[in-house]
């Protein structure tokens, strides 16, 4: 068997995910320039715009975190924001263990970097509806599924950076992050649970807006995650 002849499948794998990956740019390009807008407005750098999406790679928690920039939180609150909107990719790795633990450690590293939603989403779908493929196969169609997106979410950034950057303080662009997360949170509402989390989430945040620092949304976020969990208990022992 030739050398060749060993890496078509996972070529063939990769352009597969390339294919599959594609479609996500529709999202990807206008949340990017949309970042890149409000990273401006909020005051930061070029540099410090594209590092942190460079770094992160992560549009809800890069949104959440400006956010508490723009309300001056300190730096461990902008930390815990972040950490706590992109706790699910916990989940996503340990869900992808099965099918990709037994790559390289670089490969691994390539995945963590480049685990966001649309990646996860496909790759895991892919994974199960094909469950012979080998793990260089996996991880050639997870790397393609990237390819398309990452890029350009870096590239889009940068647009909105410099768009951003040409827009007068005048405008007043600051409505532009609660618009974004009502559309972001909305298709979410899928269950009870979901819309009791959004409930107490909102009504806690108004009840604290008055504390300093960001610290009223902190607690908004726990005291909606907690509700979440009770309603969804209850809901599962009705069931039974």
Not at 182 to 205: F, Q
Request: hydrophobic content about 60%.
């Amino acid at each position: 068997m030739t050398t060749s002849t060993v890496k078509a499948p996972a070529k063939s794998a990769y352009w597969a995910g390339v294919r599959d990956g594609a479609p996500f740019i529709l999202i990807a390009v206008p949340f990017a320039t949309l970042f890149g807008v409000i990273a401006t407005d909020a005051g930061l750098t070029l540099a410090q715009a594209m590092g942190f999406t460079v770094l992160v790679i992560a549009g809800a928690a890069q949104f959440a975190a400006v956010q508490m920039m723009v309300e001056n939180a300190s730096i461990a609150f902008v930390l815990l924001a972040a950490l706590a909107v992109n706790l699910r990719m916990a989940m996503y790795s340990a869900s992808l263990v099965p099918y990709l633990g037994t790559a390289p450690l670089w490969q691994r590293a390539c995945v963590a970097y480049l685990n966001f939603d649309q990646t996860y989403i496909t790759s895991i779908a892919r994974y199960e509806a094909q469950p012979k493929m080998t793990v260089s196969e996996r991880m050639a169609y997870f790397l393609g599924a990237a390819t398309p997106i990452a890029p350009l979410w870096f590239a889009m950034t940068f647009v909105g950076i410099v768009a951003g950057q040409a827009i007068p303080e005048a405008w007043a662009l600051d409505f532009i992050m609660p618009i974004m997360f009502l559309a972001m949170v909305s298709p979410m509402l899928k269950s009870l649970a979901h819309v009791s989390a959004a409930a107490m989430s909102v009504a806690v945040a108004l009840a604290l807006v008055d504390l300093p620092a960001g610290t009223g949304l902190l607690i908004a976020a726990g005291a909606a995650m907690v509700t979440g969990a009770l309603v969804e208990t209850l809901m599962e022992r009705r069931v039974r």
